[in-house]
């Protein structure tokens, strides 16, 4: 079974704002799109992927993830993330309606194919599934298999919200690039620790921030 991802992105000059204490509101929205970019480069380059679709409203932002490959869905409820993701899915669901579906971060700019593959794997011997955030507090991953509405819960305490839903804890070591979204500048210094893709790499440098515990 290979997925479909839908991955939701805010207008690039409101996204990011808990990154101020790191980057200009000048640099802000090219950061948001180096972290979709690099994100959607990596979910496309996962073998248990097929096909990636972006839910937004910026122009921009649908220019350049397009040309990398994904559908890109208009956000058309306008009425928040869970809306625009619940939007993309039955945009999906109406061409494939046997599509395996799940729901990604646009800001997991150190994700790591394999890894991703490693939980959607995981996540088909379940409903649904979800992978909480590095912060244990959040969600990265939600998953549902055919014929299984996502019902998205994204927002304050979303790993507790998708938990009470019925949704699947994943138990799993090891997919920490998957984990790793990025809201503040600690969160970035983390993900560049993994490592992270070209473009977030650039637009980190113009930064001039180092990943977590690197010495002088």
């Not at 994904?70 to 899915?89: I, K, Q, S, Y």
């Amino acid at each position: 079974m290979q997925w479909t991802l839908v991955i939701p992105l805010k207008p690039l000059a409101r996204a990011k704002s808990r990154l101020s204490d790191t980057a200009s509101d000048g640099l802000r929205p090219g950061l948001a799109l180096a972290f979709a970019q690099d994100t959607v480069t990596a979910a496309l380059a996962c073998p248990a992927v097929k096909d990636v679709a972006v839910v937004t409203n910026d122009a921009l932002a649908g220019r350049e993830l397009g040309a990398l490959g994904a559908l890109v869905v208009p956000d058309e409820p306008g009425g928040g993330l869970n809306a625009a993701l619940a939007h993309a899915t039955a945009v999906v669901r109406s061409a494939r309606p046997d599509s395996a579906v799940a729901a990604l971060n646009a800001d997991l700019p150190a994700l790591r194919p394999l890894e991703l593959a490693r939980a959607l794997d995981a996540a088909m011997e379940f409903p649904r599934a979800f992978l909480p955030d590095a912060a244990e507090i959040g969600t990265t991953l939600l998953t549902a298999t055919p014929g299984r509405e996502l019902l998205p819960a994204f927002g304050q305490d979303s790993r507790a919200r998708h938990r009470a839903s019925g949704a699947v804890e994943l138990p799993l070591d090891e997919v920490d690039s998957v984990r790793q979204d990025v809201d503040t500048g600690e969160d970035l210094r983390a993900a560049l620790a993994l490592g992270v893709g070209p473009r977030t790499a650039a637009a980190a440098a113009r930064l001039l921030i180092r990943p977590r515990g690197a010495r002088d």
